[in-house]
């Protein structure tokens, strides 16, 4: 009997490091993707910071703990069809007064020095309207691509709700060598004259919550392939071990 014990042991710890790995990787995709959702530009509109056919991280989980500030780069469902997802930067928030002087943007009286724009992708695109003291409405954000000359944006079809909003462009990471792969910097000083609204308020946790998810992709197949090499382990010493 002891053979066939022995047999049945055997059968049963395979089947249950298949059930631990089927279970990890489920989990792991479903944190994954919570968290992080890969997406892929579509125009220039962005230039010359995120270039056309570029892939990039998204961030889907720091706007569930603060919302999103003046300067990030967001991905969200375009007003003008929510069937397309469209990249731009946030200017105005909830409760900003926004005026556009030909290329001049200023926000609550404040002229910005936008230096994520080149002087040659300054401009106005064909469509965009005439904006003085427009004021932003609660829970929705204007937004501007940073090739002005071309970019369809809040100048043309208005604000974007916040319930658009799937996250924050956090990390380029294809193709290898473009000019600006790796984080996508931050350019909260081209807005420090601006009055911060209390959710804007300095936070000592503001750094983690803003970078931290999008390494999520990197950190848990590292974890899991950790567990699943020292389980490895654990079975080549099993079965190097002499037996009693």
């Given at each position: 009997?002891?053979?066939?014990?022995?047999?049945t042991?055997?059968?049963?710890?395979?089947?249950?490091?298949?059930?631990?790995?089927?279970?990890?990787?489920?989990?792991?995709f479903?944190?994954?993707?919570?968290?992080?959702?890969?997406?892929?530009?579509?125009?220039?509109?962005?230039?010359?910071?995120?270039?056309?056919?570029?892939?990039?991280?998204?961030?889907?989980?720091?706007?569930?703990?603060h919302?999103?500030?003046?300067?990030?780069?967001?991905?969200?469902?375009?007003?003008?069809?929510?069937?397309?997802?469209?990249?731009?930067?946030?200017?105005?928030?909830?409760?900003?007064t926004?005026?556009?002087?030909?290329?001049?943007?200023?926000?609550d009286?404040?002229?910005?020095?936008?230096?994520?724009?080149a002087?040659?992708?300054q401009?106005?695109p064909?469509?965009?309207?005439?904006?003085?003291?427009?004021?932003?409405?609660?829970?929705?954000?204007?937004?501007?691509?940073?090739?002005?000359?071309?970019?369809?944006?809040?100048?043309?079809?208005?604000?974007?709700?916040?319930?658009?909003?799937?996250?924050?462009?956090?990390?380029?990471?294809?193709?290898?060598?473009?000019?600006?792969?790796?984080?996508?910097?931050?350019?909260?000083?081209?807005?420090?004259?601006?009055?911060?609204?209390?959710?804007?308020?300095?936070?000592?946790?503001?750094?983690?919550?803003?970078?931290?998810?999008?390494?999520?992709?990197?950190l848990?197949?590292?974890?899991?392939?950790?567990?699943?090499?020292?389980?490895?382990?654990?079975?080549?010493?099993?079965?190097s071990?002499?037996?009693?």
């Amino acid at each position: 009997m002891e053979p066939e014990s022995q047999h049945t042991k055997k059968h049963y710890r395979l089947a249950r490091e298949i059930t631990e790995t089927v279970i990890l990787t489920i989990l792991m995709f479903l944190i994954i993707r919570s968290a992080v959702q890969n997406f892929n530009i579509d125009g220039t509109s962005m230039e010359p910071n995120l270039h056309n056919t570029e892939l990039i991280l998204v961030d889907k989980w720091s706007y569930l703990f603060h919302p999103p500030k003046r300067g990030d780069i967001i991905v969200f469902k375009a007003p003008p069809d929510p069937a397309e997802d469209y990249i731009k930067r946030v200017i105005g928030l909830p409760g900003d007064t926004i005026t556009i002087k030909g290329t001049t943007v200023i926000v609550d009286g404040v002229t910005l020095h936008e230096t994520y724009v080149a002087a040659q992708n300054q401009g106005v695109p064909p469509g965009a309207r005439t904006i003085t003291n427009l004021r932003v409405p609660p829970n929705d954000y204007f937004v501007l691509g940073d090739n002005r000359a071309i970019s369809s944006d809040s100048r043309i079809w208005g604000f974007v709700p916040r319930a658009n909003i799937i996250g924050r462009a956090a990390f380029v990471y294809w193709p290898l060598g473009q000019s600006n792969d790796g984080f996508v910097p931050g350019v909260s000083s081209v807005f420090a004259k601006i009055h911060q609204h209390t959710s804007q308020s300095s936070n000592p946790f503001t750094f983690i919550t803003a970078n931290i998810n999008a390494l999520w992709l990197l950190l848990i197949p590292a974890l899991a392939l950790a567990y699943l090499r020292r389980k490895s382990l654990q079975r080549w010493f099993m079965r190097s071990s002499p037996s009693p």
